[in-house]
């Protein structure tokens, strides 16, 4: 029955050390309807999410999950999974070593007595295969499919366990057209077989194209539930709905502002994964002046930090094509080292990952990409290196006891001015900003932008990457906009708004 909901979840709150990522939320889904949860990054919808599979297990959030007419307490995933739900992530849990078939059957083994029988899992396989249309044989290994047919293996695995909604998180971020056309086709199938489907996605126009429902997360709130057959979805509700907040007076104000000559300029650069076998940043020509703060918008998997890779020496090689300018000059960067050499700077966005050491104290790595500058013969002069980490300290306003503080005890805000003072160390002409205040609180932010002001006003160039449209708008002087690895628009600041940058950006 369509009036009947297979789920609710009700007044949901979930947060982590003091910061709200949900507040309040009530979202609810029909039996046999494909229901699309949307918002900008860091809404909140994949936290939800993982509130419902038991990710973040029952007592660690606040409101009730009401699944076939029942409050649930899922305890683990394994409790969701039981229960008939099944999500499949953007990054796929599969075996790449194992077979289609016991990738489809893992920890749910086909026994004949107390042993495996293999002959009925392939034959089983087989129907779970041709459910999902994959004309592949269940004997092939994992990672001899591409991404497309390996997503089809993921949801095979989902129906061999009697599933009854399946959620699919950015189920198309890494297909083809083609192979994006077959899932929304799919979708489509299993519903008429009675599987209710929610799907997380930032591609409008295939949200659009096979939404019942679609429910707006804003700032972890539910903002609206948009319905098909009333004829409420359309391109403009939806961005408006998404993106509808005031930019909040934080972005401290630049005056005389002075551009020179460019400082980077990169023209038909291509970069091709040899991992996913795909290209993730496509014919892109873009270039940033002396004194000029360049945002890049657009959505997660659209190649923003790919291309920020693929500039700074090239971390990961990709196969690279095209030509990179440094101040008029040609080069060719073959290690992140040569780049850094060059004068580029790349605070990553994954700052504990990626850009520090936690371990270790402020001024063992706010030296650390530039250690010939306080070494003798290969050996590091300590005084010096505190001389240096403690007018770092102070001019970034780091607040710690001293330069002996593991990075590991700081806040987040403070963690971020450790990465931006390891770089500033080496002293570069082009700086490039990765989130550069993802996860840290507004006073922090207002900080690291007066930062940003600062090193501009001083003839840097920097290209600040961010998914926060909002930070885009104010510190930006001119915008590009990346979709699926190509750049989609250009626009000057007078002439960017939320609203033109969320359309390109779901291009």
Known sequence: ???????????????????????????????????????????????????????????????????????????????????????????????????????IYAGNE?????????????????????????????????????????????????????????????????????????????????????ITSIMISHKLKEVIAIADKITVLRDGQ???????????????????????????????KRTNKHFGDPTLEIRN????????GREVVKDVNIHVKKGEIVGIAGLMGSGRTELAQSIFGNPKSYKLQGELFLDGNK?????????INAGIAYVTEDRKGDGLFLIQDIKQNISAANLHEISTR???????????????????????????????NLSGGNQQKVSLGKWLFVNPSLLILDEPTRGIDVGAKYEIYTIMNKLISEGM???????????????????YVMAEGKITGELSIDEADQETIMKLATH
């Not at 160039?461 to 915008?479: A, F, K, N, P, Y």
């Open 378 to 408: 290969g050996v590091i002069n300590n005084n010096e290196e505190v001389k240096v980490s403690n007018h770092y300290k102070q001019s970034l306003n780091i607040k710690a006891p001293s330069v002996e503080q593991l990075v590991g």
């Open 1 to 103: 029955m369509m009036n009947e909901y297979l789920l609710e979840m009700n007044h949901i709150s979930k947060e982590f050390t003091g910061v709200k990522a949900l507040s309040n939320v009530s979202f609810k889904v029909n039996t046999g309807e494909i229901h699309c949860l949307i918002g900008e990054n860091g809404a909140g919808k994949s936290t939800l999410m993982k509130v419902l599979s038991g990710v973040y297990p029952y007592g660690t959030y606040s409101g009730d999950i009401v699944f076939e007419g029942e409050v649930q307490t899922f305890s683990k995933i394994s409790d969701s999974v039981k229960a008939g739900i099944a999500i499949i992530y953007q990054e796929l849990a599969l075996f790449p070593d194992l077979t289609v078939y016991e990738n």
């Open 110 to 194: 086909v026994k004949k007595g107390m042993l495996v029988d293999w002959n009925q899992t392939i034959r089983q396989a087989k129907e779970m295969l041709n459910k999902v249309k994959l004309h592949v044989s269940p004997e092939v290994l994992i990672k001899d499919l591409g991404v497309g047919k390996q997503q089809l293996v993921e949801i095979a695995k989902a129906l061999s366990k009697d599933v009854k909604l399946l959620i699919l998180d950015e189920p198309t971020a890494a297909l083809n057209e083609t192979e994006s056309d077959n899932l929304l086709e799919l979708l489509r199938e299993l519903k008429k077989q009675g």
């Open 222 to 252: 539910t903002i609206c539930t948009l319905d098909a057959s009333k004829g409420e979805i359309s391109e403009s509700v939806i961005i408006k709905s998404m993106v509808g907040r005031e930019i909040e007076d934080i972005y401290p």
């Open 269 to 276: 650069w291509t970069a091709f994964d040899p991992g996913l």
């Open 331 to 339: 080069k060719v960067f073959k290690h992140p080292k040569d780049a």
């Open 461 to 479: 160039s920097i290209i600040m990457i961010s998914s926060e449209l909002t930070e885009v708008l104010g510190m930006s002087d001119r915008v």
